[in-house]
């Protein structure tokens, strides 16, 4: 028998299909960013490594955004982590415990990633600047790995036991472990860092058209066939690490709950090729270089991680149902801390955009005044 906590008796403080689309929401938000410095700092400095005029300037353009950018995906990760302790508590803590060391670990490994991308960004030493650059990097790589672990093993409910009598010392659980032994790990941390790679190339784009827009045209044109390139390295990860998940990690229960229901059907084809648009839109911007071409780059790209979120909350929604049927747990409404959430997010959401205007302005200035 597999221990799970009972269900809350007071309910949930919202109804379930509100829950479930805030997490959606927050976590394509935090994925963006989060892709950003997870495939992004190792792009930068292998770019650096590698050499070149362009891959120099590339590096730092990338290294430059990066705290920034890690600054954003850590507020906007609050947001789904918080519906996860909200609506999956019974699993959510139980994998927590068995995996407790590492799981900790994220926030030592995320301040050595964070102080090491500032050094990235701010150090003028070129020996600084790549060791620094190489410890963040492996320390988001980790974290990622650490991350694809919790969340594999949240819905691995057989494992819990076998992790529990292999780790547990006088009948307590060490939090020594990790979810090694789970099929689903691989496919989905790779298919995560493919997902990844394939942002990283749609930022480029954006930062070309929009941030560097006073650097020589040699640049833009090696930044467009860069991008498109990456792109193209990161769909076909995408699909390769996506087909391993699906059709050869994914239990049988779960494939077959695909079948013959046609709104899911379509939603797991429009995950799979939902990247192509980014990558035909890339392949226009090269040749037009349109401002607004770059910005539908990013809206799709945009898409496509909220696309494959969706896919994601379904698919860990069936892995969890022979275990807790989530839509049947009862609404206790509290719409004034609802209400609470609400305001604080939106303020936030007006403060990042103020922030970005303002970070946007400063950038084209510098930009500016180093091309005169």
Do not use: C
């Amino acid at each position: 028998m597999i221990p799970i906590a009972p269900l809350n008796p007071h309910g949930y403080p919202v109804p379930f299909w509100i829950l479930e689309a805030l997490k959606v929401f927050g976590f394509s938000l935090h994925a963006t960013a989060m892709h950003l410095w997870y495939a992004g700092m190792p792009v930068a400095v292998v770019l650096a490594l590698v050499g070149g005029r362009h891959r120099r300037a590339l590096a730092g353009r990338l290294g430059k955004a990066m705290p920034i950018i890690m600054a954003l995906g850590i507020n906007f990760g609050i947001i789904p982590l918080l519906f996860t302790q909200v609506v999956n508590y019974q699993f959510f803590y139980t994998a927590g415990v068995l995996i407790a060391w590492p799981w900790l670990a994220i926030i030592a490994l995320l301040m050595v990633a964070y102080y090491g991308a500032y050094l990235h960004a701010e150090s003028s030493r070129r020996a600084l600047v790549l060791a620094s650059g190489i410890v963040s990097a492996g320390s988001l790589v980790i974290i990622g790995f650490v991350f694809a672990n919790m969340f594999s093993l949240m819905t691995n409910q057989p494992q819990w036991l076998a992790i529990f009598h292999r780790t547990a010392v006088a009948g307590a659980p060490t939090g020594l472990a990790l979810n090694l032994a789970d099929p689903i790990l691989p496919p989905r941390w790779l298919m995560m860092f493919g997902l990844a790679i394939t942002t990283t190339a749609a930022y480029i784009v954006l930062d070309t058209a929009a941030f560097a827009r006073q650097a020589d045209e040699q640049y833009r044109a090696w930044a467009g066939r860069t991008a498109l390139s990456l792109y193209t390295i990161g769909l076909v990860w995408f699909a390769a690490t996506g087909s391993w998940y699906i059709f050869g990690a994914l239990s049988p229960r779960v494939r077959e709950a695909m079948m013959g229901r046609p709104l899911i059907e379509g939603l797991m084809v429009l995950t799979a090729v939902a990247p192509g648009l980014p990558w035909l839109l890339i392949l226009i911007w090269r040749r037009v270089r349109a401002p607004v071409l770059a910005a539908l780059v990013a809206m799709a790209q945009f898409g496509v991680i909220g696309i494959n979120a969706i896919s994601r909350q379904w698919v860990q929604n069936v892995e969890l149902r022979p275990y807790a049927d989530l839509t049947t747990v009862p609404v206790h409404p509290q719409w004034s801390g609802f209400a609470g959430f609400l305001i604080a997010f939106l303020v936030g959401v007006v403060l990042v955009a103020w922030i970005t205007a303002k970070l946007w302005a400063a950038w084209t200035a510098e930009q500016t005044e180093s091309s005169a």
